[in-house]
């Protein structure tokens, strides 16, 4: 079992803004990086750090943290964001990387 | 352009062994710790091992502890995961990923990820 913990599902309506969320005890101590995966594809980075975009994403993607919870909000959400969405960060041990179980995005 | 490119995945028996390799370019592979993540077919995503730039510090998920080795050759810019004792749950796309950072007790974001090459334990 993953010690991230995601909502397996989220939709929400093309324009409006959505907030994807990442529970776990490690995230007390340790940033989340948030990917987004679409069908057939190779995971791709969207946010890292306290909210660090790579090159090329859009600022629509932003992510936050407070207490055991992180958090990827999408502002403006379009149709190419339709996607599987994942958090990794290390694990309470600090020896691991763990991932969250994902979180499908469907924008309606 | 920067490129991870895997390699080595097939069809095996349980309890055979496979060679997954990883080719980078574009960047400078040595200043970054590298990654193996893997995805059973209709999953998530799983953490598999991770070694830092000088192969000083590997990582390995319980579920492939003393099964599998993780290893990187900077001069060949290549990274490997031999899979010992495959068993059917090892079933799954095997991906590599580069780091963010030199160390693999970072941050574990992975900004540049391969196609992933395809291993399939059965009978």
């Known amino acids: 079992s993953s010690e991230l913990t995601q909502d397996p599902a989220v939709s929400v309506a093309l324009g409006q803004t959505v907030r994807i969320t990442c529970q776990g005890d490690?995230?007390?101590?340790?940033?989340a990086s948030w990917y987004q995966q679409k069908p057939g594809q190779a995971p791709v980075l969207v946010i890292y750090?306290?909210?660090n975009r790579p090159s090329g994403i859009p600022d629509r993607f932003s992510g936050s943290s407070s207490g055991n919870t992180a958090s990827l909000t999408i502002t403006g959400a379009q149709a190419e964001d339709d996607a599987d969405y994942y958090c990794?960060?290390?694990?309470?041990?600090?020896?691991?990387?763990?991932f969250g179980g994902g979180t499908k995005l469907t924008v309606l | 352009e920067v490129q991870l490119v895997e390699s080595g995945g097939g069809l095996v028996q349980p309890g055979r062994s496979l060679r997954l390799s990883c080719a980078a370019s574009?960047?400078?592979?040595?200043?970054?710790?590298m990654h193996w993540v893997r995805q059973a077919p209709g999953k998530g995503l799983e953490w598999v091992s991770g070694?830092?730039?000088?192969?000083?510090?590997?990582g390995y998920a319980d579920s492939v502890k003393g099964r599998f080795t993780i290893s990187r050759d900077n001069a060949k810019n290549s990274l490997y995961l031999q899979m010992n004792s495959l068993r059917a749950e090892d079933t799954a796309l095997y991906y590599c990923?580069?780091?963010?950072?030199?160390?693999?007790?970072?941050?574990?974001?992975?900004?540049?990820w391969g196609q992933g090459t395809m291993v399939t334990v059965s009978s």
């Open positions: 070694i830092n730039w000088n192969s000083g510090s590997i």
């Open positions: 490690s995230l007390r101590r340790y940033y």
């Open positions: 750090g306290k909210n």
């Open positions: 990794n960060s290390r694990d309470s041990s600090g020896n691991h990387v763990v």
């Open positions: 574009g960047f400078t592979f040595d200043d970054y710790a």
């Open positions: 990923a580069k780091d963010t950072v030199p160390t693999v007790t970072g941050r574990g974001a992975f900004d540049i």
